[in-house]
T-cell receptor, first 114, second 113 residues
């Protein structure tokens, strides 16, 4: 089945850019998503990218997809203290059938230092 | 607020008791998912409904777990004879359309004593 890997922790200074990385195994992954989870809150969908795209930009967020290496990244420009949270990469693959359920990584804890 | 809602937000129960959780999806969404999240992990898929039909349930963790969506609107997840290992956050998500963006509720945190 699909496996999604993320590094566990990332610390950046306020105002710097953050880059959160993710790798996945199923080459049939069609949509790839980034979610944000703050303490005590549910998962917030940030953005997604379709597998026929290399890049997607949405305000301060830039998603890069390298299909050859099965590597996905999320760049947050001008990182603020309010961006401190756990960020999850999730993929949906053709192999998951009609359910198209998401397979999540373990999450990256982003800490923004003042 | 027209987001996904879940009730209760917290549930504490004793081992061996049955529990039931409710999810109300976004009203126009025909797809509904249940996930489980344990500490330090990402959500793990449990089951999927399209309208009232449960089309995927092979990932339910054991036969103690069951889910329903009787009229294609709200859904319930029941755990019978709870065990301490069932302690987790249970998340519901709903979606519609080709992109299948799944919107999550706040979750129900289950603690089994």
């Amino acid at each position: 089945g699909e496996d999604v890997e993320q590094s566990l922790f990332l610390s950046v200074r306020e105002g710097d850019s953050s880059v959160i990385n993710c790798t996945y195994t199923d080459s049939s992954s069609t949509y790839l998503y980034w979610y944000k989870q703050e303490p005590g809150a549910g998962l917030q969908l940030l953005t997604y990218i379709f597998s026929n795209m290399d890049m997607k930009q949405d305000q301060r967020l830039t998603v890069l997809l390298n299909k050859k290496d099965k590597h996905l990244s999320l760049r947050i420009a001008d990182t603020q203290t309010g961006d401190s949270a756990i960020y999850f990469c999730a993929v949906s693959a053709v192999s998951s059938g009609s359910a198209r359920q998401l397979t999540f990584g373990s999450g990256t804890q982003l800490t923004v230092l003042p | 607020d027209t987001g996904v809602s879940q009730n209760p937000r917290h549930k504490i129960t004793k081992r061996g008791q049955n529990v039931t959780f409710r999810c109300d999806p976004i009203s126009e969404h025909n797809r509904l998912y249940w996930y489980r999240q344990t500490l330090g992990q990402g959500p793990e898929f449990l089951t999927y409904f399209q309208n009232e039909a449960q089309l995927e349930k092979s990932r339910l963790l054991s036969d103690r777990f069951s889910a329903e969506r009787p009229k294609g609107s709200f859904s319930t997840l029941e755990i019978q004879r709870t065990e301490q290992g069932d302690s987790a956050m249970y998340l519901c998500a709903s979606s519609a359309g080709f992109v299948n963006e799944q919107f999550f509720g706040p979750g129900t945190r289950l603690t089994v004593l």
